[in-house]
């Protein structure tokens, strides 16, 4: 078996050789690699690992004869190894070297140029990325569009000498070219007013490039077209008013000139005296419907404003009755409503005026007073004027005149007049007291007691008035009436009246007690506990009137105590132990009326309280423990004082040292069953522990 394998190796590659000899062995297998070998590579379309070994000029003039199998063949020869400049250099163009798989950079590497590479269909981002610049492209036939889609800006494009034409073309606005440098002459034939208004070109900039009507469709305001000083006349033909041209910044005489009437520019807001300064007349500023105040600010003299305006109009444009008088008569200057104090100040006369026509009430109006026009107006005048019997009086007219005029006792009071001025005019004492007039100032009248008493007047009115109680008494006014009146029980007290007298006419128990009669005064007409206390009286201020037995039954413990009763006093009529507590005595006082410990703390007497009150063999009675005890601070030598056993001190909590140290001696610890050895512990001495009974 192993000789006929060998056999056969020997004889197949006998058999390769002389086939190679004559030009191949199958379809891709090659042992020469000749120009015709490498036609029958590419028609029958081997592979790249089949091919690498052809020169690569054999493979180029197979291809051109094979033309059917370049496109699927092309990409083979980079598969297989061979670089750009080895296809080049064998006669490859560009165009299938692109097929072959190369890219622009390793095309231009090896010498292409951008014309060439252009015509191989590599597009202009391929080539500037392949580190061509924008000149070289331009040259190599690419337009500015296909430069700016590649990524040149507008600058790199406007260096290698593309127009504004060709950039707009290429889709670059205004912007983009003004920011590069174009001016706006290059730019004027390519684009519009608003696409230039954009790129930020002004009215005033574009205004001897473009007509007023293309700047408005630019959409520029009308401000920009005033700051590009277009004539108002323009503007005005072009439907702007007066109002939006006074707001862009014409001035009034800028829009007289275009064409504007007065009325239009005072609707637009212009002042009568910008109006005047552009030179519209006195007459047209009136017709154009100014007012006067308007005119008077833009400075027009009272001369001219007298000739189109009444004294009225004058005032209200701030002129007064003094600067109006040079130019208009009173019944003009009352016409426009000027108060006679006003026209008085300018040197008009009271009589002047009141020929004129002003009369009293309007005399009063303008601030002048009764006593200033007393000279001029009668008294009825000036009543019928609304002066006030106050006002009159002050002007000089007299108690009588006024009663004359209608004036009763209450309206000359009010003016001043005392009861004894009305009484000279014939005032009768009714009338005065009708008038308000009280009895003391009806006294000084020297009206007497009697006329007064007759008069009506009380006896309280008549005391105040400085009548004493005895001429009060003299002039038949008795007790009942004194009360009646309104005396209070203190004044009739002090005017000598007694308690008996007071109670008996109906003065009530508060009453008499205000008045300062006392207890024991109180008691002696009459009034009872119950009387007294519902006054207020306690049951300490009682105590000294009312015997014990009565105030218990009114009376409950607290007010007690407060009177100073003490607890046996109440524990002997009834009081229970609790009320006692809830009242406020304390654990002594009621150890002191005879309770006992174990009764206090019955009631929640606390230990704290108790201790105050009894001693240790109390409160152990009263069942409390020695750890109680020690516990609300009772010392240890209190318990060898109450003679308490240590024994009874076993759950005290006291320590066998605490117990040495209160005076407990060792016998007495020997006893309670300590030996020789606690005793020691405990700190007593051999010698203790020996007179003990130790040994």
């Keep these: 078996m192993l000789n006929y394998k060998k056999k056969y190796s020997k004889y197949k590659t006998k058999y390769l050789e002389l086939k190679n000899q004559i030009g191949g062995i199958g379809e891709c297998i090659f042992v020469r690699h000749t120009a015709e070998n490498a036609r029958q590579a590419v028609r029958n379309e081997c592979?790249?690992?089949?091919?690498?070994?052809?020169?690569?000029?054999?493979?180029?003039?197979?291809?051109?004869?094979?033309?059917?199998?370049?496109?699927?063949?092309?990409p083979k020869l980079k598969a297989a190894g061979f670089n750009a400049s080895q296809l080049k250099a064998a006669g490859f163009d560009a165009k299938e070297l692109k097929a072959a798989g190369f890219d622009s950079s390793q095309l231009k590497a090896v010498g292409f140029d951008a014309s060439q590479l252009k015509a191989a269909g590599f597009d202009a981002k391929e080539l500037k990325a392949a580190g061509f610049d924008a000149s070289q492209l331009k040259a190599a036939g690419f337009d500015a569009k296909e430069l700016k889609a590649a990524g040149f800006d507008s600058s790199q494009l406007k260096a290698v000498g593309f127009d504004a034409k060709e950039l707009k073309a290429a889709g670059f606005d205004a912007s983009q070219l003004k920011a590069v440098g174009f001016s706006l002459e290059q730019l004027k034939t390519e684009y519009n007013a608003l696409e230039l208004k954009i790129a930020g070109y002004d009215a005033k900039e574009l205004k001897g490039v473009f007509s007023f009507e293309q700047l408005k469709t630019a959409k520029f305001s009308l401000k920009e077209l005033y700051d590009a000083n277009f004539d108002a006349s323009q503007l005005k033909d072009a439907q702007y008013n007066a109002s939006q041209l006074k707001t862009a910044g014409y001035d009034a005489s800028q829009l007289k000139n275009a064409g504007f009437n007065p009325q239009e520019l005072k609707k637009a807001g212009f002042n009568p005296k910008e109006l005047y300064v552009a030179g519209f007349s006195f007459d047209k500023l009136k017709t154009a419907g100014y007012s006067a105040t308007e005119l008077k600010t833009?400075?027009?003299?009272?001369?001219?404003?007298?000739?189109?305006?009444?004294?009225?109009?004058?005032?209200?444009?701030?002129?007064?009755?003094?600067?109006?008088?040079?130019?208009?008569?009173?019944?003009?200057?009352k016409t426009a409503k000027f108060n006679p104090k006003e026209l008085n100040n300018t040197g008009f006369s009271f009589d002047e005026l009141k020929t004129a026509g002003f009369d009293a009430k309007q005399f009063k109006i303008a601030g002048f007073s009764a006593k200033e026009l007393k000279t001029v107006f009668s008294l009825q005048?000036?009543?019928?004027?609304?002066?006030?019997?106050?006002?009159?009086?002050?002007?000089?007219?007299?108690?009588?005149?006024?009663?004359?005029?209608?004036?009763?006792?209450?309206?000359?009071?009010?003016?001043?007049?005392?009861?004894?001025?009305?009484?000279?005019?014939?005032?009768?004492?009714?009338?005065?007291?009708?008038?308000?007039f009280n009895a003391k100032e009806l006294r000084a009248a020297e009206f007497s007691l009697d006329q007064l008493k007759q008069a009506e007047f009380n006896s309280l009115e008549l005391k105040n008035a400085g009548f004493s109680f005895e001429q009060l008494k003299e002039a038949g006014f008795n007790l009942n009436q004194f009360k009646t009146d309104g005396f209070d029980a203190l004044a009739l007290k002090n005017a000598g009246f007694n308690l008996n007298e007071l109670k008996a006419i109906g003065y009530n128990l508060e009453q008499?007690?205000?008045?300062?009669?006392?207890?024991?005064?109180?008691?002696?007409?009459?009034?009872?506990?119950?009387?007294?206390?519902?006054?207020?009286?306690t049951a300490k201020v009682l105590r000294y009137e009312f015997p014990f037995e009565e105030l218990v039954k009114k009376f409950n413990a607290r007010e007690l105590k407060e009177a100073g009763f003490d607890a046996k006093e109440l524990k002997a009529v009834g009081f229970s132990l609790e009320q006692l507590k809830n009242t406020g005595y304390t654990a002594l006082q009621l150890k002191n009326a005879g309770y006992t410990a174990h009764n206090l703390k019955s009631v929640k007497f606390n230990l704290s309280e108790l201790k105050l009150a009894f001693s240790i063999d109390q409160l152990m009675n009263a069942f409390f423990t020695t750890r109680e005890l020690k516990d609300v601070g009772i010392p240890a030598k209190d318990f060898l004082k109450a003679g308490i056993p240590l024994s009874s001190l076993d759950t005290s909590g006291f320590t066998p040292e605490q117990l040495k140290t209160a005076g407990y001696n060792a016998l007495q610890f020997k006893e309670y069953g300590f030996d020789a050895k606690k005793l020691k512990d405990t700190g007593f001495t051999a010698k203790e522990i020996k007179a003990a009974g130790f040994n």
């Design 298 to 333: 833009a400075e027009f003299s009272l001369d001219q404003l007298k000739t189109g305006y009444n004294a009225l109009e004058l005032k209200t444009a701030g002129y007064d009755a003094k600067e109006l008088r040079a130019v208009f008569s009173l019944d003009e200057l």
């Design 47 to 74: 592979k790249s690992e089949d091919i690498k070994k052809f020169d690569p000029k054999d493979l180029k003039a197979a291809i051109v004869n094979e033309k059917d199998k370049a496109a699927d063949f092309l």
């Design 381 to 436: 005048n000036l009543l019928d004027a609304g002066f006030n019997s106050i006002e009159l009086k002050n002007a000089g007219f007299d108690a009588k005149e006024l009663k004359d005029v209608g004036f009763d006792a209450s309206r000359l009071k009010s003016a001043g007049f005392n009861a004894k001025e009305l009484k000279a005019v014939e005032f009768s004492l009714v009338q005065l007291k009708k008038g308000k």
């Design 512 to 537: 008499l007690i205000a008045a300062g009669f006392n207890l024991k005064q109180l008691k002696a007409v009459g009034y009872n506990l119950d009387q007294l206390k519902a006054a207020g009286y």
